[in-house]
């Protein structure tokens, strides 16, 4: 499965560019800034382009190359756009025994899109995950805050995600 690039960008003009530069000027002279204003990017843009990176770093005067490598080093912070419903595949032992690298590659093969990857519509975004504490349910699967267990019959993954898109009409 090829890996794509949904290469948005955010207009110069957009009104959050203007709510993050507040931000950033009530913040001047203090520590951490560079992490500060990540983290209210993302929570402003839901991810952290290039573009925003460059507006950052004129705005605070820390390089483009320490704000990235902060992007990159920090599993809180998408440099692509994230879905509106995350999957969280649990990998953990209990459920990889039980079925869970099926779950995964069935989940996979019905949205179109690999781990780490957001699908087209921007709807759903996969991940695997390491353990979701949920063990004596296994094959476990999470969209949002729902939990979706046994699921060693992956035949109903596809109405699973059914639902949501249902939902999202």
């Known amino acids: ?31 951490g800034i560079a992490m500060t204003a990540l983290q209210e990017a993302q929570n402003l843009f839901g ?21 990235y490598g902060v992007t990159t080093f920090y599993s809180q912070f998408n440099t692509e756009p994230r879905g509106k419903h995350q999957i969280q595949i649990c990998m953990g032992t209990a459920c990889y025994v039980k079925g869970a690298q099926k779950v995964l590659d069935k989940v996979s093969e019905t949205l179109g899109v690999g781990v780490g990857m957001t699908t087209p ?33 992956v035949s109903e993954i596809p109405a699973i995600l059914d639902r949501y898109r249902e939902k999202a009409q």
């Open 1 to 31: 499965m090829a890996q794509t690039s949904h290469c948005m960008t955010i207009a110069d003009d957009d009104p959050r560019y203007e709510e993050l530069r507040s931000f950033i000027n009530s913040h001047e002279n203090k520590n």
């Open 121 to 153: 519509d921007q709807l759903f975004t996969v991940n695997a995950a390491r353990c979701l504490g949920c063990c004596g349910l296994s094959p476990v699967m999470m969209i949002d805050d729902e939990v979706y267990a046994n699921l060693a019959d």
């Open 47 to 67: 991810y952290l382009p290039l573009e925003v990176h460059k507006f950052i770093s004129k705005e605070t005067g820390v390089p483009i190359a320490e704000l």
